[in-house]
């Protein structure tokens, strides 16, 4: 079920332009190589679809085993003068490809479900959207929805 925003296919419900805030949490658990919880919170700007123009901050953690990762929870708030919606992660999974030691491109994708949801986000409450999140500098992401 669309929202009519978009092209054929999946409809873009957000693109977010996103920065990492502060440091980014890599923890290493201690009972094999390359096994680490890894925890980080952002914030956005939405720049494209039913989301243009609202900011977004959430917080994730994700345990990873070298270079695959399995998110193990998220939440976010959507904020615009005109609405609120809160999406919590249903299920995800991350890559990262490592250049030099340093991640040069990274990945998540998974489902988040709109657990609130008001004003011009309304006809988003109970729905599930698919997401994708990239790495495309340092502490600089693109998240994307869509239906």
């Not at 040069?104 to 959207?129: D, N, P, Q, Y």
Request: aromatic content about 8%; hydrophobic content about 40%; glycine content about 16%.
């Amino acid at each position: 079920m669309g929202l009519g925003l978009g092209t054929a296919g999946a409809d873009t419900l957000a693109r977010y332009d996103c920065s990492i805030v502060g440091t980014m949490g890599l923890e290493p658990i201690g009972d094999r190589p390359g096994h680490m919880l890894v925890s980080l919170q952002y914030s956005c700007i939405g720049t494209d679809g039913l989301m243009k123009g609202a900011t977004y901050t959430a917080n994730v953690a994700s345990d990873w085993e070298n270079q695959k990762g399995t998110y193990l929870y998220g939440a976010g708030i959507h904020r615009a003068t005109d609405g609120y919606a809160v999406a919590v992660l249903t299920e995800g999974t991350g890559s990262v490809v490592m250049t030099n030691g340093a991640p040069s491109i990274s990945e998540a994708t998974g489902k988040v479900s709109f657990k609130l949801a008001s004003g011009r986000f309304a006809a988003l409450l109970g729905r599930t959207a698919n997401f994708t999140a990239r790495l495309v500098g340092p502490g600089h992401l693109i998240y994307e929805l869509t239906d």
